[in-house]
């Protein structure tokens, strides 16, 4: 971090900023410049924000040198990491496929489903048990049911299961069925949440809020790393813009800039990405020419009755036609798509 | 509701559009068009979104017409809530003060704060006692130890506290001690949290998400006043966009916004909307003649020594001469700026 | 501007940033820090921009330590710039009051709104000849016709009139019937209109863009100031936004951000920044509230037929009834309305 | 366009609206909801704009059933425009690259980028002669002299030239020289320029907006058509948004979005879509598996040496690189990249 100081600063104000640094077990260095004088501060400056600097009298500016992530990052750990599960490998040179509803609606719906997803080639099951929904008059999940109903569903189809926890309170309940914790994101800066999944053992999907800029996301993963749990995987999942005809902006340059930054592994959702299960197709084979390590796809054998988000989920045959073209792309650039199940 | 059909919509589209309706316990009102037939929905349309009739064959558009808000909104309850406590109103004629630290950082500086804002004529005293950081690495807050300090400023000053909330399970403990309950922005979609609160019997201080719309808002709101707890207050904290001089922008135009579509009474957060200390007394006056009910105002004794968001903090002797000035601006809109203490 | 230093920077590395620094006939002064060097640059910056700089191997970072507007800047010149015409002062003690329809529809209407605003108290007329529209099938505006209303208008009730100019060719036509050539919100980066106006003799009002930057704006600003034209002033006028119960999100915290950065007198446009007429007088009295030296308000006699706009415009009753209550709120920040015609 | 009245309006509500709607020549179908009269619009819409009707007393809610452009939309055309010019098709099954610098800055930098990117194979080279700069200190282009350079490489090369008009007072000079017009992201909803470049004969590439919706982009494409000229491509180039990492954010879901609303051919412009040359290769190759017709790249020979957008510019070695890279993407999805020069 570098303090820039005000051509007007005083000696005392250059004091007090050095004070400051020198405070929190920092040390400083001093350069004179023609116009500004400059302080250096030295050490792991994740134990002062440039904010605390930024008030204090005689500071022009304050510029970070260093990411505020360290744990994430590229610079703490080189390799790519890779999230192995049952067979699966998330993260490596395969692209992982997590497919199901919105919601675990009913029993015969989600087993239909999954058989569907797991003949098309997907590795993952989702589905959501506890559901965050905007409208307190809208169905808000089965909750302990729906959890069951996936576990039943992965025994039969043997694929792995990503289901959303909501609150810290359930992170137990979760965790004794979920392969993976999904945070969903409205939950990113949800820190009491963030701190529970960190303390558990299951890997966590943690996706972009809507409004989070990369950094935010990149210091929530920060939280659950810090907390002891390795196993992060990042989803982009559209973020809110002016623009209407979309649901979300799926950003997909944060997928080589994430991957640029962290060791993390990414995926994309390309479903509430767009909001419009026309636009899923070409958005997920841009997401793996992007490089996606992974996505996150919606499918209901019956859009038109789906509880919630029928307008972004695919069909089955939807999801079908989707995989096919999927395994083209990924070997275009020197990948491929992960085999069903994982059990090749 | 009204559901557009396409031009070519055949019958049976038609029909299952008809069946979906009545499914849910509601009735439809047919009209045939020259291009387009075009379907009413008759009854209570929180039981049905818009997008489970999209998704549908034959749809070409669906409109809603109603609000999906119906506890929070003016058409059930035309009046202003009042929310009265120990002798202070929000939502009442005069403006409400609320001025204190980010965080609560020790007691000799919240108590100095207390009575520097009493004394200049604040009716509440806030303070974060859990805090969210963007980062795991900066000052989470003392906890219940902070609410302490807070009871006792409260003991000593005769201001109303409001504090932050932060997960379902502090709910309880916080109640024990503040008067006002703060929901964060980043907590706005935090449903276990706004389940919980609604349970409670304290009033509550909903912050508008940084990136959500107006709608969401009032939508989370109804979420608390669906709970049971009717005694919810608005704050409008600045929404995130692309400028890049202020830390958000300041939407005052949600002000008269929200008070035309709700009776909730809407307070406005200057110190987090702007970021800018320099900038929170005209933003201050901006709001009061907006209309704005309460101010919630960002004060520290020393802000360069604040553990956070000293930027944006008024010293005392500011927090002073904002006070000095804004009893005119209310009095030229026939308002005023409630009594010190609310004990007049 | 202030240069640093990769860690691993090699010697070469130093001396091409020097190099390209000197190269614009600028000085550097170096500082090697603990990890860093930093490079200063000393002299005219500029001849340089920030991205020149960062592109160079070895560099980390480039932080701009000034403004990139000059004479648009307060350091440039401390007063604020009055602009009188007319015995009008904008940018003085009293808030102007700008208003009129959106698009000069025909003779009758624009007189009768003339005589309504002049006898409610405003100032200056609005009204454009030229206008810009989404849809090549709306209205296009009267041309040269509407120009000459707009004339006729002035003569009979003493208003100044600000009208729009669209294109660098018609910047002479305008100028022979405008007192005031306004820059819309579309060209505010349309830098050869800009250029051109910069060559006129008649005041300028530079709309913000829906997607600019105060900074950018300014930068706007600096055109028209270097090209010898000294009499801007800068009208906020609401950015884009997620938000959709408005037209666009109305920034009033850019009025003191922009008169703490500048000189420049700062307008405000209620009408286009909240898009709905019902909104109009709490946004006017914030503005005034906020510090704004100027309001631009759409005003129709009958809204309802209007060919643009209509519904952001107030009836002729409703904007008497927004002057009288605007008087009390700038007095309340020790101010005052400006006197109608500014003949008093 | 459907009308929805109020429950309370009355009467002669009703007749206003109706009256409105036949005063522009169009038909009127009502339909007596339980709650809600409704008036369906019936004819040409696009001489009635929503606002023209939601402003008339007692309407509840105006819902546009169209979208507003027509030339531009699929349903005037089915097939997709296919631009071909000296052998080049962009809109055809191969994807067309578009390479070479922001600026033209000297004849021999341009005449080596001509080169490089030749033999790696584009088939037209871009470089702006008039150049919209934020500040009026930075280089403004070569103007006519980098036309002529811009020609001068054409001849050797074979190459297309794509190049900015920025005034239309120019565009008859540039179209003496270009192949294609380039309108440029900050002239979007610049009519004046639109309209000009609507009667050229050149080919016209319309950049979107950096906030522009895309229902905007396609109504300033209609502009250009409804003046008589087919031959428009549309290109994303990154909104703006929140995000600071990336200067802009890559809205690829734009691009099978406008491909099923429009028949124009679409282009992605990378390096302003991100800002960052090492986020090029990825968002190329994902541009491509989105369905791109074309792609804009920067490529400098010395990104370090650029007057403008350095650190978005490919090198030559890097620009070589990603388009080895780029045609095994593209057979993926069944198309492939166009031969060098088109001449194959």
Same mark, same amino acid.
């Given at each position: 971090?570098?303090?820039?100081?005000?051509?007007?600063?005083?000696?005392?104000?250059?004091?007090?900023?050095?004070?400051?640094?020198?405070?929190?077990?920092?040390?400083?260095?001093?350069?004179?410049?023609?116009?500004?004088?400059?302080?250096?501060?030295?050490?792991?400056?994740?134990?002062?924000?440039?904010?605390?600097?930024?008030?204090?009298?005689?500071?022009?500016?304050?510029?970070?040198?260093?990411?505020?992530?360290?744990?994430?990052?590229?610079?703490?750990?080189?390799?790519?990491?890779?999230?192995?599960?049952?067979?699966?490998?998330?993260?490596?040179?395969?692209?992982?496929?997590?497919?199901?509803?919105?919601?675990?609606?009913?029993?015969?719906?989600?087993?239909?489903?999954?058989?569907?997803?797991?003949?098309?080639?997907?590795?993952?099951?989702?589905?959501?048990?506890?559901?965050?929904?905007?409208?307190?008059?809208?169905?808000?999940?089965?909750?302990?049911?729906?959890?069951?109903?996936?576990?039943?569903?992965?025994?039969?189809?043997?694929?792995?299961?990503?289901?959303?926890?909501?609150?810290?309170?359930?992170?137990?309940?979760?965790?004794?069925?979920?392969?993976?914790?999904?945070?969903?994101?409205?939950?990113?800066?949800?820190?009491?949440?963030?701190? #529970?999944?960190?303390? &558990? =053992?299951? *890997?966590?999907? $943690?996706?972009?809020?809507?409004?989070?800029?990369?950094? +935010?996301? /990149?210091?929530?993963?920060?939280?659950?790393?810090?907390?002891?749990?390795?196993?992060?995987?990042?989803?982009?999942?559209?973020?809110?813009?002016?623009?209407?005809?979309?649901?979300?902006?799926?950003?997909?340059?944060?997928?080589?800039?994430?991957?640029?930054?962290?060791?993390?592994?990414?995926?994309?959702?390309?479903?509430?990405?767009?909001?419009?299960?026309?636009?899923?197709?070409?958005?997920?084979?841009?997401?793996?020419?992007?490089?996606?390590?992974?996505?996150?796809?919606?499918?209901?054998?019956?859009? #038109?009755?789906?509880? &919630? =988000?029928? *307008?972004?989920? $695919?069909?089955?045959?939807?999801?079908?036609?989707?995989? +096919?073209? /999927?395994?083209?792309?990924?070997?275009?650039?020197?990948?491929?798509?992960?085999?069903?199940?994982?059990?090749?």
């Amino acid at each position: 971090m570098i303090v820039v100081m005000r051509k007007d600063a005083e000696k005392n104000d250059l004091e007090g900023v050095i004070e400051r640094i020198e405070g929190v077990g920092l040390d400083v260095h001093l350069s004179e410049g023609v116009e500004h004088t400059i302080v250096g501060v030295v050490g792991d400056v994740r134990h002062i924000r440039p904010e605390d600097l930024q008030v204090l009298p005689g500071v022009l500016r304050v510029v970070r040198i260093m990411h505020p992530f360290k744990l994430a990052s590229r610079e703490f750990q080189g390799e790519t990491t890779e999230i192995v599960l049952n067979g699966c490998s998330i993260g490596g040179s395969a692209v992982t496929v997590m497919a199901g509803p919105c919601a675990v609606e009913d029993r015969e719906t989600l087993l239909e489903t999954a058989r569907g997803v797991r003949a098309a080639g997907a590795q993952v099951l989702r589905g959501g048990a506890f559901k965050p929904r905007t409208s307190p008059y809208s169905f808000q999940g089965l909750g302990e049911e729906g959890l069951q109903i996936m576990a039943e569903a992965r025994e039969e189809t043997g694929l792995l299961i990503v289901t959303e926890v909501l609150s810290p309170g359930d992170v137990e309940l979760v965790s004794g069925y979920a392969d993976i914790l999904q945070i969903g994101a409205r939950n990113m800066q949800n820190y009491s949440l963030l701190h #529970e999944v960190g303390a &558990s =053992d299951r *890997p966590v999907l $943690l996706k972009r809020g809507m409004m989070s800029s990369v950094e +935010e996301w /990149l210091m929530a993963a920060e939280y659950v790393l810090s907390g002891g749990n390795h196993r992060v995987m990042l989803c982009e999942r559209g973020i809110r813009t002016f623009e209407g005809y979309t649901r979300n902006t799926l950003d997909l340059s944060a997928v080589p800039l994430v991957k640029s930054l962290s060791h993390l592994p990414v995926v994309v959702d390309p479903s509430h990405g767009t909001g419009r299960s026309d636009l899923v197709p070409a958005m997920s084979r841009a997401a793996v020419a992007a490089g996606a390590d992974g996505l996150l796809v919606e499918v209901h054998p019956r859009p #038109e009755k789906a509880l &919630s =988000d029928g *307008p972004q989920s $695919l069909t089955i045959p939807g999801f079908e036609a989707l995989m +096919e073209g /999927l395994d083209p792309v990924a070997r275009s650039i020197d990948r491929s798509v992960a085999v069903a199940g994982c059990t090749g």
